[in-house]
């Protein structure tokens, strides 16, 4: 019997692929909207029940080093690890081979930039003392939420901490490691992450970004930048 070939209109391939992305999500678990998410490649997603994983328009997981040659060395990456975790990742925000876990909650603002292999840990997954490792590791962890608000870039192979807040706009150097709060349009780098600069922008332009005026707004802790 002869095969029959279906040739698919470039339209029709696009429909399929955001049909095949969005029923992947769904059936991982993860809220979404049709449409809302491209895949590039397949993300790991593992989902404790109750928890949830949230994810806007206009996102894309890479998780394909052929799309980003910049080092990608696993899949991207999305854990909950308690009934109560909430991941959140905001509307067109990118990340390639990046792992968010999360025990507690982690917010990924909007048009947040994720570098190759960042990882985010709302929690320090083992106990301190080796005695709560053994018998009641859980109750021991500690962890604390992780919020990055919008226009955040994070370079390759960074790590953020729990309980890290990282501003709007700020920019973290490729391999480093964020223990503490990073302020808005400020770039910090290294082990652990120390101010480097403020972010160069002028009134129109942060304007054009933000939809408001930069000295309403941006407000630096002259300490936390020294």
């Given amino acids: ?44 997603i593992v989902k404790v029940p109750n928890s949830h994983i949230k994810i806007e328009k206009g996102v894309t997981l890479v998780s394909d080093p052929r799309v980003n040659p910049s080092g990608i060395v696993h899949p991207c990456t999305l854990v909950t690890q308690s009934s109560q975790a909430c991941i959140i990742i905001g509307k067109d925000s990118g990340m390639s081979g990046a792992t968010i876990c999360c ?50 870039w994070v370079g390759a192979n960074s790590i953020i901490l729990k309980g890290v807040h990282i501003g709007c706009g700020a920019v973290i150097g490729a391999g480093s490691v964020v223990t503490s709060d990073v302020p808005e349009l400020c770039v910090y780098a290294g082990n652990p992450a120390k101010f480097v600069k403020k972010v160069d922008i002028t009134d129109e332009q942060y304007k054009a970004v933000f939809g408001k005026n930069k000295d309403a707004f941006l407000i630096y802790d002259d300490n936390a930048t020294r």
Wanted: hydrophobic share 35%; charged share 30%; with cysteine.
């Fill in 103 to 152: 025990m507690k909650k982690v917010v990924i603002g909007e048009y947040v930039g994720l570098g190759a292999n960042v990882s985010i840990f709302d929690n320090d997954f083992h106990a301190v003392n080796p005695y709560y490792r053994k018998f009641n590791n859980v109750e021991y962890t500690k962890c604390k939420e992780v919020i990055i608000d919008d226009f955040v």
């Fill in 1 to 44: 019997m002869e095969k029959i070939h279906i040739i698919h209109s470039d339209a029709e391939r696009v429909e399929i692929k955001k049909r095949q992305d969005y029923e992947y999500l769904i059936s991982h678990g993860v809220e979404t909207e049709y449409g809302n998410v491209k895949l590039q490649s397949l993300p790991i």
